[in-house]
């Protein structure tokens, strides 16, 4: 079976060990490559050449350091159809979506581009009588991001990207479910003239994670995935003293008043909750119309938006949305359907029969529940997949209680004619980002990315000027220069 080497020290590195995890193709269910799962011996590995390569890195002017991104990003859009097919086939995104997921990293990669800008300290000249005082950015070291499946193209680069700008040597883990990409782009970016060992991808599963953890030499770690993990890896690594910002998972809620557009809003809902498959920490799963005309017109409209929805494979162009990504995702996203059943939830669309391609991929046709309730564990957790819950909600303040008190608070969205409503909203919902009429309102690259409560552990959100200052640190400088210099007594002085 092909094997996904690990990419250490500027080349491609099989597997040291014995322990591998198979590789699956969505559509079909069948595994088409493993991949190994590295430990302390393949990290290690990787820091070292990290660590060798780090300070020559940092001391090459920060324009030369953004000319690197700059060929990266030309090389990877030159290589745009061939990566999103390849993710597609391990992810089971569309197309379309899998080229959506290169272009939203390669924004972060334009904004670190910027470097040179962006890393400009501060000045105060007279601070004191001859005292002037200035900050510095400076890299942290060697760095490491761990990454989830769902978003393998986009997410390792809104940490790499700046990152590297900022002058550090990253190292990646990625999904051990979909690992080509990122190992892809490592490739590209030595390609594009970065030295060896300042990208590095290790494979592996927790103990490759255990391992980046206790790393004497890691410097920082940024992670994204489940909110159990994100939890895990910030309180193992804060005590170690390390540097972490962990973004967990979402339960992200649309808020429909009476007076939205109600055609608009049920279409974007639809595109919003089931488009790849569900699985997208932005995804809104949970959608509030407030009062009960409201509830009755959106759901009607719901239910036709899903029975236009085409469930298909990657490369069908009419294909709204694929596979899941594993069969046993697919089985955990089921648990979640029976369980709503069981809570008394109706189900109003049930996607449990839905088997295009004779059954055997990990498909799963959209589903809606509608009079779900506040109390119910289906409600409460991530299901990350194509199931939509309605929650009724008889005023504004019902409604807005909702994502409010949810425990996770990633984002959510109001959809209404209303300034004066979404003022309100905005300013008292309790989660990190708002959609105003916008479903998935995921901040442009040049803004930050980050969640409240269970979704982010840590202060720093994701890309924009957190990414600078999440990849630097500030070193301060007071300085006093002696008047003039030692002069022979038969010279005048330097000044007057
Ligand atoms: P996951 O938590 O299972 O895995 C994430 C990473 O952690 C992977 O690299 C994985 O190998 C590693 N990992 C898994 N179990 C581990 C363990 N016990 N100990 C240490 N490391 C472990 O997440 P996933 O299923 O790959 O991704 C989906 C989740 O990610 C969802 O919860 C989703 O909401 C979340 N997510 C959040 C954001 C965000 O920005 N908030 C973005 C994308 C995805």
Not at 149 to 165: D, R, S, V
Not at 455 to 466: E, I, K, L, W, Y
Request: with cysteine.
């Amino acid at each position: 079976m092909r094997e996904i080497p690990h990419f250490i020290a500027g080349a491609p590195t099989p597997g040291g060990g014995e322990r591998f995890a198979e590789v699956y193709d969505p559509v079909c269910g069948r595994a088409q490559a493993r991949v190994p799962l590295g430990g302390p011996a393949e990290l290690d590995q990787a820091v070292q050449a990290a660590a060798a390569a780090q300070p020559a890195w940092a001391a090459v002017n920060p324009q030369r350091r953004a000319r690197v991104l700059l060929e990266f990003k030309r090389l990877v859009e030159s290589r745009m159809q061939e990566l999103a097919e390849l993710l597609s086939s391990e992810h089971g995104k569309t197309l379309p979506d899998s080229r959506g997921d290169i272009q939203r990293g390669l924004d972060v990669i334009e904004f670190a581009c910027g470097a040179p800008h962006l890393l400009k300290g501060e000045y105060t000249e007279g601070a004191g009588p001859g005292i002037d005082v200035y900050s510095l950015r400076q890299p942290l070291g060697v760095v490491a991001g761990i990454t989830p499946f769902n978003f393998p193209a986009m997410i390792p680069m809104w940490m790499l990207g700046p990152a590297i700008a900022c002058g550090n040597a990253f190292i990646l883990k990625p999904s051990e479910k979909d690992p080509s990409v990122p190992v892809r782009l490592a490739e590209l970016m030595m390609e594009a003239g970065a030295p060896a060992g300042i990208l590095s991808v290790v494979h592996g599963d927790k103990a490759a994670v255990d391992a980046i953890i206790a790393h004497p030499l890691i410097q920082a770690v940024s992670f994204v995935g489940s909110s159990q993990v994100a939890q895990y890896v910030y309180a193992a690594a804060t005590a170690l003293g390390k540097r972490v910002q962990a973004m967990g998972g979402a339960k992200n809620h649309g808020i429909v008043l009476p007076d939205a557009d109600l055609d608009q809003a049920a279409r974007d809902i639809a595109g919003a909750a089931f488009g790849s498959a569900g699985e997208r920490c932005m995804a809104l799963p949970v959608v509030v119309p407030v009062g009960e005309q409201t509830a009755e017109a959106l759901r009607a409209r719901l239910v036709a938006s899903i029975a236009r929805l085409r469930v298909g494979v990657p490369s069908d162009p009419q294909a709204d949305y694929g596979p899941l990504v594993s069969g046993e995702h697919r089985e955990r996203v089921l648990r979640y359907i029976e369980m709503g059943v069981e809570e008394g939830a109706e189900l109003v669309v049930d996607g449990r029969g839905l088997a295009p391609r004779g059954g055997a991929g990990y498909f799963l046709g959209p589903t809606l529940f509608d009079r779900v309730s506040p109390s119910m564990r289906s409600y409460q957790e991530e299901i990350f997949g194509p199931v939509l819950q309605i929650v009724r909600a008889a005023s504004f303040e019902e409604a807005l209680a909702l994502p409010s008190a949810h425990p996770y608070g990633n984002g959510a969205a109001v959809f209404t004619r209303s300034g004066s409503a979404a003022r309100e909203f905005v300013a008292r919902v309790r989660v990190g980002m708002v959609g105003i009429n916008v479903p998935i309102p995921v901040p442009v690259a040049y803004h930050s990315f980050g969640g409240w409560k269970r979704s982010a552990f840590g202060d720093a959100n994701q890309h924009g000027m957190d990414g600078v200052r999440f990849f630097t640190r500030i070193k301060t400088v007071t300085a006093r220069w002696p008047q003039g210099r030692p002069a022979p007594a038969e010279d005048p002085p330097p000044f007057p």
